[in-house]
């Protein structure tokens, strides 16, 4: 059987084009107090100052060892950035700050029940937590430098003290999502070669204890499966002296880490001076075929470039509160709630649950509770508490001098809601887009000197110089109108390194559609390619459609065709299967999936609830399709592959395109009859 596509589908296809909106500017205030308010910046950044201009980020940090090359281009597309530099990304992030700062709050957690006390996490306290969960897992565990550790941790505080313990050591950490399986855990646990899983008992989200220890007990049996020996397993308790979870805990493997701390109190472990160029973690993502990958992050280069982006593009002043209301399981927790916000030595607020949980206030009272000033979130949260209480901001006394979005296109309409209601018209917006692999922004404005224009994101950020190309590799104009592919014609500090072990599959799906000579050692002939659609308008600002390829990305988070699919296929009646997004007020874009049974079977809820049931198994629940529609056969082309573009569009009542190619074409009134009366 084959599911490949004939043509790609993809969402930049389906997607809505907005028209043009207007400027809106930021108050005379937010531009007094912004870090980049000098229009020189613009200047400091030109093209003609590429690749140096990045060192101004770079020397934001601490360094052991200064860089004796800022960037390195002699294996392309493998830019190594500051090398012969050296640093610890924890040192940056923690040590540094105590002089002035010891007992300033670094991390304010927010547990979701309300009558839970929140906890503060100073600076000094940080570093003690630190220092002693780095000497656990170096001599409890026996991690080194270059070892890689798994985590698979909700949004509590001992998160980011992991993360940061590995960086002090060295050690490459890889954090799964919380709400991913067990089964997609394992798979990234045998990908990345861990021993080690670090987990929690359960944690809160919308009014339940989520048992969450049972997870690790899956994700360990399908490492395994996949030749991956787990021997330890920490867990972390979510209320102290007490399991919350109904999974036995496994002799000789599974340790509570409250029972081994104690063993290392006090302990403090030199930070390990890594190259600039070291991996710093790994974050897996969906791409167009095969296995998730895992993206690999450097030391010196990310750190630099998130830890710029957050003081220009965020505004993160020291003094300041900031909430980025997201998971730390995905980039944007990892590079702006934690690696760019501490390294600027400002307090980060982590919320453990969900954003409208028990009501659509909880955001604002959070706010309003911490005085948090900066707020950082994702369209579909934006559209979620607009429609379950429009009105609730109105009713709290707190003022964000400044609002981040990302993840989506946000809608113009929603876009006013969060600078009008939200922001209570004071904030500064940005909408950052960016991606796993990029580390951190490639389009956005600079609060106080770019203005603002709803449903798009802006010019390139500092440095980064994007450009549309066709599919032939033309340049696609500003101001002509046309969509195309967004691609990114320099390297920048924070782009990923690479995908663990895979070093072609790096090149071939970034570098090789639109590399004009593969010899060459000049990085203008390795454009970027970023997978997404895109406008740009006269003004230079963008317009983000979608992806272009086989991905789909529901309220932000990114789900690969092929692995829905694969999930469908281990249900035993199923024959074919094919993923679609489909537009959705709310969501953005959700998942419909098609399959076609077996010879001789029967359609029914059953094997309806058994294509969901697979894929809450293999990928999570946040990948459960919207609808699984059955239908009598798939329209596929004489060669026999699925046109998912047909699909797609009758999914969303577009057009479904020519369909005169196809081996069966009266199959597709029979599924637009089937479906579009359902619906
Ligand atoms: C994809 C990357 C970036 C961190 C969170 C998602 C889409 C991201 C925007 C935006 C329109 C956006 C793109 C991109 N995207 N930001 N501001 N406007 N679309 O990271 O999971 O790697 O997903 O999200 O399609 O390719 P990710």
Same mark, same amino acid.
């Given at each position: 059987m084959n599911i490949e596509n004939e043509i790609p589908l993809s969402e930049a296809q389906i997607a809505v084009h907005w028209r043009e909106e207007g400027y809106f500017s930021p108050s005379p205030k937010f531009i007094g107090q912004a870090n980049a308010s000098d229009p020189s910046i613009l200047e400091r950044f030109a093209e003609d100052r590429f690749p140096e201009c990045f060192v101004e980020y770079a020397e934001l940090l601490s360094w052991d060892t200064y860089w004796?090359?800022? @960037?390195?281009?002699? $294996?392309p597309p493998f830019w190594k950035w500051f090398v012969g530099g050296r640093l610890n990304a924890c040192y940056n992030c923690v040590d540094r700050h105590l002089q002035a700062d010891r007992n300033k709050a670094a991390l304010i957690w927010v547990p979701e029940p309300e009558d839970e006390p929140t906890r503060v996490v100073t600076y000094q306290e940080l570093y003690r937590q630190v220092n002693e969960f780095a000497a656990l897992l170096r001599e409890y565990c026996g991690l080194k430098t270059g070892d890689r550790v798994t985590f698979h941790l909700p949004m509590v505080p001992e998160l980011p003290v992991a993360m940061l313990a590995c960086a002090r050591l060295g050690v490459i950490h890889s954090e799964v999502f919380g709400g991913f399986s067990g089964t997609a855990c394992g798979g990234r646990i045998a990908d990345s070669g861990s021993r080690v899983l670090i987990t929690m008992d359960a944690y809160q989200r919308g009014g339940q204890l989520i048992d969450h220890k049972v997870k690790a007990d899956e994700a360990v049996a399908e490492a395994a499966r996949n030749g991956q020996e787990v021997d330890k397993v920490l867990v972390f308790r979510r209320y102290p002296d007490k399991y919350s979870s109904d999974t036995p805990m496994v002799s000789g493997r599974d340790v509570f880490v409250d029972d081994v701390l104690p063993e290392y109190r006090g302990r403090v472990v030199e930070p390990v001076s890594m190259p600039a160029e070291a991996p710093l973690f790994l974050m897996y993502t969906s791409g167009t075929t095969g296995r998730p990958k895992g993206c690999e992050h450097s030391t010196g280069g990310y750190l630099a470039y998130v830890t710029g982006t957050s003081k220009y593009y965020q505004d993160i002043h020291p003094e300041d509160t900031y909430?980025?209301?997201? $998971?730390? !399981?995905?980039i944007t927790g990892h590079s702006y709630i934690v690696y760019g916000p501490l390294s600027l030595g400002t307090t980060s607020v982590l919320y453990e649950g969900a954003p409208t949980y028990p009501d659509a206030g909880r955001c604002w009272r959070i706010a309003e509770r911490l005085h948090v000033d900066i707020f950082h979130t994702a369209p579909t949260t934006i559209r979620m508490l607009r429609k379950l209480g429009p009105d609730e901001p109105a009713k709290y006394d707190y003022h964000f001098k400044h609002m981040t979005t990302v993840g989506e296109p946000i809608e113009p309409e929603v876009w006013r809601w969060y600078h009008q209601v939200v922001g209570k018209g004071e904030a500064a917006v940005v909408d950052t887009w960016w991606q796993t692999e990029t580390g951190g922004f490639l389009g956005s404005t600079l609060p106080a000197l770019q203005p603002m224009k709803p449903g798009s994101c802006g010019p !390139?950020? @500092?440095g980064i110089y994007p450009v549309i190309y066709d599919e032939d590799g033309g340049t696609v104009e500003p101001g002509s109108g046309r969509a195309g592919n967004i691609c990114i014609r320099n390297p920048w500090p924070g782009v990923f390194q690479g995908i663990w072990h895979q070093p072609e599959r790096f090149v071939d799906t970034y570098y090789r559609k639109y590399c004009r000579d593969k010899d060459s050692k000049d990085w203008h002939d390795w454009p970027y390619f970023a997978g997404d659609g895109a406008v740009q308008a006269e003004d230079g600002y963008f317009r983000i459609l979608g992806r272009v390829d086989d991905v789909i990305n529901v309220a932000g988070h990114r789900l690969g065709t092929k692995e829905l699919e694969s999930a469908c296929l281990t249900v035993d009646e199923i024959a074919e299967a094919a993923a679609v997004p489909v537009v959705d007020e709310d969501r953005g874009r959700v998942v419909e999936m098609y399959v076609s049974l077996k010879p001789g079977l029967r359609p029914g809820k059953e094997v309806e609830d058994k294509v969901s049931a697979a894929i809450d198994r293999e990928i999570g629940k946040i990948a459960r399709p919207r609808h699984v529609w059955i239908v009598s056969d798939m329209p596929k082309t004489r060669s026999g592959k699925i046109m998912r573009r047909v699909i797609a569009g009758i999914s969303n009542f577009a057009d479904v395109g020519d369909v005169s190619t196809l081996a069966n074409p009266e199959i597709v009134d029979d599924i637009r009859h089937h479906v579009q009366r359902a619906k």
């Open positions: 004796n090359t800022v @960037l390195d281009t002699s $294996d909430w980025c209301c997201a $998971d730390i !399981g995905w !390139g950020a @500092l």
